[in-house]
Structure formats: structure tokens, C-alpha cells
């Protein structure tokens, strides 16, 4: 799971190369070697500082694994590499459908409400009757009340929210990151960036460090060879970390439960949902906003969900409906 952040087999070059045949591109000792010690490789190695500047000058994060672990990878690299599942046609026909369509999205109130729908037709119906029978006054109090059913069922339901329920909740950053980009442009596992909802109940917000693992080397944005104002900002409040005065980065916190909510990313995780299920299709958001409502009820409908009904991806269905699992 943590290679998979930055490699693929078989599915191409991602932030670091593509590791389909890498035991045949290299001697084992040196792969097991590279794995176990990547910084001193990438300092004196020159197939490390090779790949080091075909792969933009992104470091490959240490993991610490040992060599027993290290040897244990390089074995599932080598049968992984001979699956039909690593060969380039086979990947590209697990990518013709985009993931926001094969998981649940959250319902963020942009569809037509069909029973809205309904009574908007019927009120414009007894607004003709009225009109006709002379009784004006009836008639123009029922057109008022098809205006508010034709906004409330074309979208404007999306604004109404009971107290709480931040749905929509899009707040200006100190930084115009864009998930369109990072998520879908680049397709940058969410995991690479928010690892703590691998491991803890909280996802986390990236540390500079993070950003800086690609950003050390990348300073323009894609496509163009200008140095990107955001990046240049990123880059210098990087540099100035720890001094005196210094501005940290403070971003705004987006998805915020009650304090009396106990909410788990690392059991969810595991359990296979995909980050778009809670989040919605970030992969499309320029600005990350709350595309779900994040009540109770809306959790209580995925965890009533049973074998047929929810999705296909999920290693197990039905989660706790007992008070006591969500409110300690």
C-alpha cells in the first residue's frame, strides 16, 4: 500500500517509475539494498541519482523496512510482474471508467426532486383553473407557492439546511491547492497526501514536508514552464519554518464532526471505501468543499446497507447501528 502512492505495476509511470520487470532492470542485492537505504543510494549510487533525475528529483521516501521485508517485496515484485493483471491492456481497461462512477456519491442536492416536480405542476395547474374562474387573488398566491416549489425542486433545496449541516461549505484556503489537479490530473493517491486515515481515526492535514517530497524539484505548474506564484509561495514558507516570526500555513478545516461524534478513518479504510464515497468527487474540485451532509441519518443509511445492496468494493457490509459505536 505505501508503494502504491508513488508506483504502479504494469499501469505506468506515476510519481516514481513503473516497477512492472524492475527485477529485470536491476541486480537483486541492489534493489533490496535501494529499498532498505534510499537516501544513501540517491547520494552516491549512479543508477540511483539516474533514476533520481528521470523521475523529476523525487525522492523515494524511506520506509525502514528490513531486509527480510525488503526481500519479501522484491519476490512479490517479480510474480506481480508476471500477472496478467500488470499488463498495460489489462490496465487500460480497468481505467476506461473514472472511479467517481463506480462508487456511492454523496447526494449534494443538485438533482431534480421528481415529488417537487409533481407538485410544481399541479400548483401551476390550480394557478390556470383560478385564473380562469376570475378568483385573481387565490390564483396569484398560488403562482407565489409554484415559485418557491419550482426553486426548491430545481436545486435551490441545496442551500436549505437544518442546524449543523455545513453541506456546500466551500471555505477560501490560504493556498489555492486544487484537488482537480493533484487528485485527477495527476492522480495522486489520496492516501499519499492524508496517510493518518491508513493508520488513526484522523486523516490529517499534509505536513509542508509532504508537499515538498515532489515540490522540492516541481516549481511550475503542469504544462507550463513558469514558475507558479503558489508553489513559490509553498516553497517559502517551507524555507522559512522555525524562524522567528514566521507565518505558517493555516488552512481551513472543511469536514468538522461534534465533539460528541466518534468518527474512524482507519476503520473505513480498511473496510475499502473509497475517499469519494464521504468526500465526493474531489478529483473535480478546484477548492475542496463538503459534499455531504454528514448527519446521522445519512451515515445510518450505508451502515443499514446489506450483501446485494451496497457496494461491490466493500470487504464487509452492515456496521454497528448501537449508539454506543459512534457516541462514547
Not at 62 to 77: I, S, V
Amino acid at each position: 500500500m505505501k508503494c502504491a502512492k508513488c508506483h504502479t505495476i504494469g499501469g505506468g509511470q506515476r510519481v516514481g517509475p513503473d516497477l512492472r520487470g524492475v527485477a529485470d532492470r536491476h541486480e537483486a542485492d541492489w534493489i533490496v539494498g535501494f529499498v532498505m537505504n534510499p537516501d544513501g543510494y540517491l547520494e552516491t549510487d549512479p543508477a540511483a541519482k539516474k533514476l533520481l533525475a528521470d523521475n523529476n528529483g523525487v525522492r523515494m521516501e524511506n520506509t525502514h523496512l528490513t531486509r527480510e521485508q525488503a526481500q519479501g517485496l522484491l519476490e512479490f515484485l517479480k510474480a506481480a510482474s508476471k500477472s496478467p493483471l500488470a499488463s498495460p491492456q489489462a490496465d487500460s481497461r480497468r481505467a476506461e471508467e473514472p472511479l467517481y462512477r463506480k462508487v456511492r456519491m454523496p447526494d449534494e442536492g443538485l438533482s431534480v426532486s421528481a415529488p417537487g416536480l409533481a407538485l410544481l405542476f399541479l400548483l401551476l395547474a390550480a394557478v390556470a383553473v383560478l385564473w380562469q374562474s376570475g378568483q385573481r387573488r387565490f390564483a396569484a398566491l398560488g403562482f407565489a407557492a409554484a415559485l418557491a416549489a419550482g426553486y426548491w425542486t430545481l436545486g435551490g433545496r441545496r442551500y436549505y439546511h437544518l442546524l449543523g449541516n455545513q453541506q456546500g461549505y466551500e471555505p477560501i484556503q490560504p493556498m489555492a491547492f486544487s484537488h482537480a489537479l493533484h487528485a485527477g490530473r495527476l492522480s495522486i493517491s489520496c492516501l499519499y497526501c492524508h496517510s493518518g486515515a491508513e493508520r488513526s481515526d484522523v486523516a490529517g492535514v499534509p505536513a509542508l514536508n509532504v508537499c515538498m517530497n515532489c515540490h522540492v524539484a516541481v516549481r511550475a505548474r503542469s504544462g507550463s514552464k513558469e514558475p507558479s506564484p503558489e508553489i513559490t509561495r509553498l516553497v517559502a514558507a517551507w524555507q522559512e519554518r522555525g524562524r522567528p516570526g514566521a507565518s505558517p500555513l493555516e488552512w481551513m478545516r472543511v469536514h468538522h464532526l461534534p465533539d460528541f461524534v466518534h468518527f474512524s478513518h482507519r476503520v473505513h479504510v480498511a473496510d475499502n471505501l473509497q475517499c469519494q464515497e464521504c468526500h465526493g468527487p474531489v478529483q473535480t474540485m478546484e477548492r475542496l468543499r463538503q459534499a455531504a451532509s454528514l448527519s446521522m441519518g445519512w451515515c445510518i443509511s450505508c451502515h443499514r446497507l446489506e450483501e446485494g445492496t451496497a457496494p461491490a468494493h466493500w470487504k464487509r457490509v452492515g456496521g454497528p447501528l448501537d449508539c454506543a459505536a459512534c457516541h462514547w
